[in-house]
């Protein structure tokens, strides 16, 4: 399976531990190494094929970030070439990346007519979906409502771009 990995700052004078993010980064790469993505205050970056250490230290040694959020794929579903495939997925409000399987994906997909080509891309469009319906009050709802339906083992974490928080959550 995949591996989610991430670090913060927690007050202005603290700096972003870069060294122990690549450290994560590298060591979850025993878990998969297809494709990694990257969170950061400057964007996302995706790299497909092509896990170097000395190109994620590059890439993460430029960066001037609160946080950093990563991912290290091991495709369960969808196909290992396709940058559409390596996370972070993005909606309208947030940011998703997963570690695991969902089973019943496919039969979610059918049912809330979501357009998902794969397992991951399930969890953050129903949180997505339920959010919206909630009116965009209450981002927990969204995501209780969401794990309430899926069948399988995860763990992600959420960004919500409005707000600039990060929510972890598994089952």
Known sequence: MCGIVGV?????????DKDLFIKLIIENSKRGD??????S?????????????????NIIYNL?????????????EGTDNNIENTHPFVTEDFILAHNGIIYNWKELNEKYTLNCD???KIIIKLIQQFFNEGNNVNVQSAIKSACELLEGSFACWLYFKRIKEVFLFRC
């Open 8 to 16: 913060y700052k927690q007050d202005e004078l603290d700096r972003v």
């Open 34 to 39: 297809s494709a990694f993505g990257i969170l």
């Open 41 to 57: 205050e400057n964007g996302i970056i995706k790299q497909i094929k092509s896990f170097n250490r000395n190109i994620i230290k």
């Open 64 to 76: 001037d970030t609160k946080f950093l959020l990563g991912h290290i794929r091991a495709p369960t």
């Open 118 to 120: 794969m397992d991951s």
